[in-house]
């Protein structure tokens, strides 16, 4: 197996897990946690032969992760390693990781409280703090309080409040690793400019073209931007192949944003917050980060929950920024100064403090 750095913290990890049932990993991009740690751990003792369960945020991360571990398997998604998303399955009769969504997890206590067969719960990128994954963690702690002592639970990030959450968590251990991040330098926009983000984005992503190599990895916040940005970069004449990625697309389309082209025409993948974690998009050397994001509220006028558009924190800056430094030396464009910066929160609120 190649040298991933998550290797080096492995036998801390396992006789951290040995001898408790909570665990915070803190792991930077590109240390392995997400795709090599689970297949490392099948054979603990303490498994007892039971199944891994590991939390990611969206189905694409948690499609493209079952497959990374069954690529670096030499199997086929399905064999030891599956995923389980809304509308779409993959797992056999042998198979022992499986990465699902945060609600599947949910929906697996109310059918079997003591989750039977189950012998370890990871909760990847928990930073994100959404609803669902608050929810499965305090209903997974249950579950281990009332039924089962024996399982394990691991809760993982790259920008984790880890002393907060090991609090929480009856002062669980916390094994830190080091990454494999390459340097990324970080130019600020001098001012903010009062013009639509999508027309914002699309002259940076110009400017880019024009003077930087590599792809390019865009952030928006929804696919109403994302649109607009690729009309105008076509109305441009701009070069390159642009590819939308957010949600709702079909698996396919948000594969083809993924995965190198073969032609040597220069990509550029306009994202929403979906880019930002457990993805390595291959070719990317730039990121330009519009600093919003679109996130679920609770309106007590209407009694409703809709979507507000909002200024990212400093722990998902650092996230998206980190893309551009997966592969090799890259750079992040921020449209905004560095006085903005320094006024953005630390960290996401949980989402579960701000919804019905």
Known sequence: MADYPVLEILPALKSALATSTRVILQAPPGAGKSTVLPQQLLDEPWLQNKKIIMLEPRRLAARSVAHRIADLLDEKPGDTAGYRVRFDTCVGKHTRIEVVTEGILT?????????????????????????????ALALSLQV???????????????????????????NAPVITSSGRQFPVEIRYAPREADSPIASRVATAIQRVLRDELGDILAFLPGAGEINKTSQLLDDAGAPGVVYPLYGDLPF???????????????????????????????GIRTVIDGGLS???????????????TVRVSIDAADQRAGRAGRLGPGICYRLWDEGTHRGLLPRRKPEILEAD
């Open 107 to 135: 929906r697996m206590i109310q059918s079997d409280n003591s989750l039977d067969g189950i012998g370890l719960l990871i909760f990847d990128e928990f930073h994100e703090r959404s609803l669902q994954a608050d929810l």
């Open 294 to 308: 679109r996130v679920p509220r609770f309106d007590p006028r209407s009694g409703l929950t809709r979507l507000e």
């Open 144 to 170: 281990q309080s009332v039924l089962r002592d024996d399982l394990r639970i691991m809760v993982m990030s790259a920008t984790l409040d880890s002393a907060h959450i090991a609090n929480s968590l009856g």
């Open 252 to 282: 396919r389309q948000q594969q083809e944003a993924i995965l190198p082209r073969n032609d040597g025409l220069r990509k550029v993948v306009l994202a929403t917050s979906i880019a930002e974690t457990s993805l390595t998009i291959e």
